[in-house]
């Protein structure tokens, strides 16, 4: 209890988002609790928990490649899911603004901005728009954390606007062959 002295005062959303992170978040429902207090509870409460930021840390799915062990939890996972997946963008550039407020809380651990960014998009939790929306956000840029967040996860954006890129291209390619079959079909 004495390490949750330390955490950063939050709204009283933050608050319930704290009492439901104790019990099984499925159970209870996080719909009181606005999705970017959860999120930042969440992570606050299991490096509390487990001691170091690197200890949240997981294998992820490539190799070297690093995951944010807490936001795996099937309860907690659908509960953020119910409060950000279809959020507005602003919402989803606020939880992401959260994830820049925990990074300078636990002194830029290495790889934690990345795991918790890249478990955010493979759990489908957040859509990769909302981490370009965060990139080009100029009000979180005046707030701590964001250039040292940028710095690490450059790469992963990079590949994520290129996967994005080609995610589009392949379905304008796959549009084009449908018409041209149905152009085939008149000729009939």
């Known amino acids: 209890v004495r390490k949750l002295a330390d955490l950063p ?13 104790g019990e099984e978040i499925a159970e209870k429902g996080a719909g009181s609790v606005e999705g970017p207090a959860l999120l930042r509870a969440i992570l606050d409460i299991a490096v509390v928990q487990v001691g170091t930021p690197a200890d949240l840390l997981v294998p992820g799915e490539e190799p070297e490649t690093f ?5 795996r939890n099937n309860a907690r996972k659908q509960a953020l899911i119910d409060t950000l997946a279809k959020a507005s963008t602003d919402v989803q ?19 934690v901005a990345e795991a ?29 954390g964001k250039q040292q967040c940028l710095d690490e996860v450059s790469e992963w954006l990079d590949w994520l606007e290129a996967e994005d890129e080609s995610s589009s291209e392949e379905e304008s390619s796959s549009e084009e062959e ?11």
């Open 9 to 21: 005062a939050f709204s009283a959303s933050a608050a319930r988002a704290y009492a439901l992170y």
């Open 67 to 71: 995951e944010m062990g807490p936001l």
């Open 93 to 111: 550039v606020a939880a992401l603004r959260q994830v820049q407020a925990f990074t300078a809380f636990v002194g830029f651990a290495p790889k």
């Open 116 to 144: 918790t960014l890249m478990t955010l998009y493979d759990q489908e939790i957040l859509p990769e728009g909302a981490f370009f929306a965060w990139r080009d956000d100029e009000a979180s840029s005046e707030e701590p």
């Open 178 to 188: 449908s018409s041209d079959d149905d152009d085939d079909d008149d000729d009939d």
